[in-house]
């Protein structure tokens, strides 16, 4: 399934517009600011249904609409084609809109959208995913699990809910405005809905691992290729979870997960917030034995970056799942011209991609010849004639 058009109607910074993308590569250029994001940011949104960079749906409608609307058209050889249509409430809404997807006019849920098209987004504050905050590297795996998962994209919803719950609960008790009674129905909660969801990471980078050592090879320069790169989770069951071993079943995981929740009880009601969990878990990557949040470079981290990223589109792609779009937010102006030659010849084996820069010449001049180049700028999109 790929995206071949885009419209867009009082979102961001456009009024309206409307984007053609071809099979395999497509640029949109223009100057910083003028919304070249905001692109990528409605396609990922219509697909996934959550935006990097807005803290609230109302944020992605252009300032004093009611409402904002997002249309993919997308098409494949073997399957009819489908619309998805994305409707986002205004701060003042008509009265009854709220947020909702459909597709070919029938209501769906997110969670349900992976089935119709996949999205990869790779953005500049990615290239700081391994020296950022734990956060960053549960968000990058959890993408993933949604994507490939209803399940858990459900599961993942109802965990930050059982935690908001249960953090609410701790902080009374701590203010004594409310007794331990009610903790345990919560601590249930927690225990099912974390075992899943850390069984399920576990499982993605054990894949992750298999992929990311021959990608970093093809994207690395060869004075890096022969390190080896090794990813290790770092969960926070601690010594309560004692037979680590292999890629354990969300069964395994539910009794030593009981047990860490018994241990730190008390440190929990003094702080007023849950200290166990895959919200505390974090991914560790190492480079030659060496953790590359401290001892890599920062060229060495960017390929590393890569080929996670490239792993990532790799396992969106697998079975009868859609092959996902892969969306390049000014990437290359991070990377050096060798990697960037070699990220995009990968990806581009790879399906549909969508690049936007501010300086046409950090693609490769190879890559540029016949691909159709949008320009944008003051919410307005033209089609620069193609280079030879």
Not at 42 to 54: D, E, K, L, N, Y
């Amino acid at each position: 399934m790929r995206l071949t058009r885009l419209v867009l109607e009082s979102f961001r910074s456009y009024p309206s517009a409307e984007l053609l993308l071809e099979p395999g590569l497509t640029i949109v250029a223009g100057p910083n600011g003028a919304g070249k994001t905001n692109l990528l940011e409605a396609i990922f949104v219509a697909i996934t249904g959550r935006s990097h960079r807005a803290g609230a749906d109302h944020e992605l409608v252009q300032h004093g609409a009611a409402w904002a609307r997002v249309r993919l058209d997308l098409a494949a050889e073997d399957v009819a084609p489908a619309r998805v249509d994305l409707l986002l409430p205004g701060v003042e809404p008509p009265p009854g809109l709220r947020k909702r997807v459909t597709v070919n006019g029938v209501a769906r849920r997110f969670s349900t959208l992976s089935e119709t098209a996949r999205a990869v987004l790779f953005r500049p504050e990615e290239m700081l995913l391994l020296v950022g905050s734990p956060s960053e590297r549960r968000h990058f795996l959890d993408g993933i699990l949604a994507q490939r998962d209803r399940r858990l994209a459900r599961d993942l919803v109802e965990l930050a809910r059982v935690l908001a719950q249960r953090n609410a609960l701790l902080r009374a008790i701590r203010r004594e405005e409310a007794t331990t009674e009610g903790l345990g129905f919560w601590d249930e909660q927690l225990v099912q809905l974390g075992s899943r969801v850390l069984a399920a990471r576990l499982a993605l980078v054990a894949e992750l691992q298999d992929r990311l050592g021959p990608l970093h090879g093809v994207v690395a320069p060869p004075e890096e290729s022969g390190d080896s790169v090794r990813l290790h989770y770092v969960d926070s069951l601690k010594d309560a979870w004692a037979e680590r071993g292999g890629i354990p079943s969300d069964d395994e995981l539910v009794g030593p997960f009981r047990a860490r929740l018994a241990a730190i009880r008390q440190k929990e009601l003094w702080n007023g917030v849950s200290l166990a969990g895959p919200q505390r878990d974090d991914l560790r990557v190492e480079l030659g034995g060496r953790d590359v949040a401290e001892h890599a470079s920062r060229g060495q981290q960017r390929t590393i970056i890569l080929a996670l990223k490239l792993a990532e589109t790799e396992l969106l792609a697998e079975g009868d799942a859609p092959r996902p779009i892969v969306l390049l937010d000014d990437v290359f102006s991070e990377l050096d011209p060798e990697r960037s030659q070699r990220a995009l010849e990968l990806l581009l084996e790879r399906g549909q991609v969508l690049v936007t820069t501010a300086d046409i010449g950090v693609i490769p001049a190879a890559r540029r010849r016949g691909v159709p180049i949008w320009q944008v700028g003051d919410g307005r999109l033209s089609l620069t004639p193609r280079v030879a």
